[in-house]
């Protein structure tokens, strides 16, 4: 009871999961909103998004991947960016401009006993530079945060050799 009373203490004290609903097979953390009362459920949401990316991802030959590189750009947790490391490629990267979400991303993948296949690194888009070009960017649900959509977009365009 102690041991499942601590769980329960380390996952709350990380804050709200409202973008991510991480699993070990065991134990699920994450927040489901009732859309009935007009709140975005925003785990469907990337459920959605994360389907579609894993599809178009997958139809690159495995034999090709592991040559590959990706850029989570805006990743988060790092939730994304785990599951597009699951795809094996040669190396996954995951920058957030919040320093305190990646590190909520880094302990709750501890706690859950994880093991994270990806680095991660605090930057903004516009503090991309020449070391974080990938072959693959992907951003999901990020521009439309920025201050400047069309600027930050051409920055994306810059930073991944092959595909956005």
């Not at 804050?15 to 009362?37: A, L, P, Q, T, Y």
């Not at 939730?79 to 490391?85: G, I, Q």
Request: charged share 30%; proline share 2%.
């Amino acid at each position: 009871m102690i041991k499942k009373n601590k769980l329960a203490l380390d996952i709350n004290s990380l804050g709200r999961f409202s973008m991510s609903n991480w699993s070990n097979g065991k134990i699920s953390v994450g927040e489901i909103r009732d859309s009935k009362k007009g709140n975005a459920d925003w785990i469907k949401v990337k459920e959605f998004g994360l389907k579609n990316i894993m599809n178009f991802l997958n139809k690159i030959p495995p034999i090709k991947r592991k040559q590959m590189t990706l850029h989570d750009v805006g990743c988060n947790d790092g939730f994304l960016t785990e599951k597009f490391a699951s795809l094996k490629f040669k190396k996954v990267l995951g920058s957030e401009p919040r320093s305190s979400t990646i590190l909520r991303g880094k302990k709750i993948r501890k706690i859950l006993k994880i093991k994270s296949k990806s680095k991660y690194f605090c930057k903004t888009i516009e503090g991309i530079g020449r070391d974080f070009h990938t072959d693959i960017v992907v951003s999901s649900g990020v521009l439309h945060h920025t201050e400047d959509v069309v600027n930050n977009f051409k920055k994306l365009l810059k930073i991944s050799k092959k595909i956005l």
